[in-house]
């Protein structure tokens, strides 16, 4: 009697009329999360306190992260995410479901049902996206969709990858680095290598340990990072100071370094990152590394605000870098847009073997 509705689905319809259209960008290091025609709605990092006996999770975000290294005993904050993929499944669902629910409360949506599409990295397992599917369904999503980040990524940075000119897009995250070319809609040419912001502060760490023999956290290296970190030698050097403990005597210890000495903690890591783009061009047809030559590469994601790393990039592959514009936010906004303009993204989806709807 109803065949005629074909897969309608008269509930959904109506959670639809008050729910919002969410992207996420389901990062190592951060989790961003733009809403339909509302832009990022929330940026916090990817972290979770909980209780280790109950594995009750006690705060997400910004407060969880906030706990890193100061929590009692009983209490412990971890990333549920590492290298771009899902190592703690529960942990990821309750910190998607604060995320999601949260973008209702800030919106006043009264049923959080909503379409969500979720970047995930091109070099994922089939088990590593059922776990992202999973998690995202369990959070409570009413329908989902997976998208490359790197796809995504060029989509949020204005990319033309509907058209048939080439065009290159390098997404530097926490825990990956995906590189991809693209023609017609259609990924030509991909890399991912799980090299990107937490490699770069892990050697951080190692160098100081290795010639200070003073040992840091994870965060004091990221700072310095951020402050006087570099790929490529600047106008004009900075330094920056590391406080931890040193290792011969166990006292409390302050060095200052120079961004000289950072670029050298990085080299290794930039190299893999600079080798794959070189990798990814070296198999690009060669009408397609023509219109790159005009259109240049584009650098997305955290570890695009790198000082020097565009210059270094382009030093190495003799191709114009540039940087888009808020790059850290570009796969959430792609992942956004797509939602916004479906039937011209649909083709997108439906054309990536690692990109379809979930139900």
């Known amino acids: ?27 190592t290091a951060n989790t ?3 809403v339909r025609d ?21 705060a997400v975000g910004a407060e969880a992260r906030e706990m890193v290294g100061r929590t009692p005993a009983d209490i412990i904050a971890i990333r549920p995410l590492r290298d771009g993929v899902i190592s703690e499944f529960e942990i990821t669902e309750a910190m998607l479901k604060y995320f999601i629910e949260k973008v209702h409360e800030q919106l ?20 590593e996206e059922r776990a992202v599917r999973d998690a995202t369904i369990q959070a409570g999503a009413r329908d989902a969709y997976l998208i490359e980040e790197p796809v995504a990524a060029a989509i949020g940075a204005g990319l033309g990858i509907m058209e048939s000119r080439g065009s290159m897009i390098v997404d530097i995250g926490g825990g990956t680095t995906e590189v991809a070319v693209f023609s017609l809609g259609g ?15 892990e050697d951080i760490v190692q160098y100081a340990r290795n010639k200070y023999n003073l040992l840091i956290g994870e965060r004091t290296a990221e700072r310095a990072k951020m402050a006087a970190g570099s790929a490529y030698p600047l106008p004009e050097e900075r330094t920056v100071t590391l406080r931890g403990r040193n290792l011969l005597n166990g006292l409390p210890q302050s060095v200052e370094i120079s961004s000289i000495e950072l670029r050298e903690a990085m080299a290794p890591a930039i190299n893999v990152i600079v080798d794959a783009v070189k990798d990814a061009i070296d198999e690009t047809p060669p009408e397609l590394v ?13 570890g695009a605000q790198i000082r020097g790393l565009a210059d270094r990039i382009e030093d190495a592959v003799r191709i114009r870098v540039w940087v888009a514009e808020d790059p850290m936010t570009c796969v959430a906004r792609g992942a956004g847009r797509v939602l916004e303009d479906f039937d011209l993204y649909s083709r997108v989806l439906a054309t990536d073997d690692r990109a379809r709807r979930i139900n």
């Open 1 to 27: 009697m109803f065949s005629f509705l074909g897969n309608f689905r008269p509930f959904d319809w109506f959670l639809g009329l008050f729910s919002q259209d969410i992207g996420i960008d389901l990062g």
């Open 32 to 34: 961003l999360v733009s």
């Open 38 to 58: 509302k832009g990022i709605i929330i940026n916090e990092p990817s972290w979770v306190a909980i209780r280790k006996r109950s594995r009750e999770p006690l």
């Open 108 to 127: 006043l949506t009264p049923f959080p049902r909503p379409r969500v599409v979720v970047g995930i990295p091109s070099g994922v397992t089939e088990v």
């Open 187 to 201: 990924v030509v040419v991909r890399r991912s290598v799980r090299v990107a912001g937490d490699e770069l502060d």
């Open 290 to 302: 023509a219109d790159l030559m005009e259109a240049g590469i584009c650098l997305a994601g955290g």
